[in-house]
C-alpha cells in the first residue's frame, strides 16, 4: 500500500521550466517605520513611513503613506505623501495624493483633488531590465522645420527683419 512499485520510474522531464506564479506584494502595514531603501522586482504596498529610495516594478502608495525619498518604478499609483522624486512609466495620483517633488514619467494620470507641488517632465522609458530598474532618456528636442512667413502669410525665401535690423543691412 505505501511502498514503492519497482516499475514506477520518474518520468522524463519535458526540458520546459515551471512557469514563475507572480508572487504576493510585499507589504509595509501603517505601524511600520522603515529608514532605509527598498528594491524589488515584484510589486510593494506601503501604508507605513519609509525615509529611502524605493526601486520596483509596481508600487501603490496607501492613503496613510509618508514616503522621503526617490521613486524608481514602472508603474506608481499615489494615494498617501511623497516628499521626493518619482520617475516612472506609468505614474497615478489619487484625490489623497500629496506629492512634494517632480515627476519624470511617460503616462501620467492626475485625479481632481490630488496635491502636486514640483515639475512634470515627460520622459521615453528606454529599458526595463530583471533587477526592476528602469532607464529614462530626455526626449530629444526637435527641430522645427519652417520658412518665414510675411505679413499675408506666404512663406518667404529671405528673412523678414524688423526695425534696426533692417538698417544694418540695407
Do not use: W, Y
Not at 508572487?23 to 524589488?40: F, H, K, M, R
Not at 501604508?47 to 502608495?61: E, N
Not at 494615494?79 to 505614474?91: E, L, M, N, P
Amino acid at each position: 500500500m505505501f511502498s514503492r512499485n519497482k516499475n514506477d520510474k520518474p518520468k522524463a522531464s519535458s526540458g520546459n521550466k515551471p512557469t514563475l506564479k507572480p508572487s504576493p506584494p510585499s507589504i509595509v502595514s501603517a505601524d511600520l517605520e522603515i529608514a532605509g531603501n527598498l528594491s524589488s522586482t515584484g510589486e510593494i504596498h506601503i501604508d507605513g513611513t519609509v525615509v529611502g529610495d524605493i526601486h520596483t516594478r509596481s508600487l501603490l502608495i496607501g492613503p496613510t503613506a509618508n514616503i522621503t525619498g526617490e521613486i524608481v518604478a514602472d508603474q506608481v499609483r499615489v494615494h498617501g505623501s511623497i516628499a521626493g522624486q518619482i520617475k516612472a512609466r506609468q505614474v497615478t495620483l489619487a484625490k489623497t495624493a500629496h506629492v512634494v517633488g517632480d515627476i519624470l514619467h511617460e503616462d501620467l494620470t492626475i485625479e481632481t483633488g490630488a496635491f502636486l507641488e514640483g515639475l512634470c517632465k515627460h520622459e521615453t522609458v528606454v529599458s526595463l531590465d530583471e533587477s526592476g530598474k528602469i532607464s529614462l532618456v530626455k526626449d530629444a528636442p526637435q527641430k522645427v522645420l519652417s520658412k518665414p512667413v510675411d505679413k499675408s502669410g506666404n512663406a518667404t525665401e529671405t528673412p523678414i527683419l524688423k526695425g534696426d535690423e533692417k538698417k544694418a543691412v540695407g
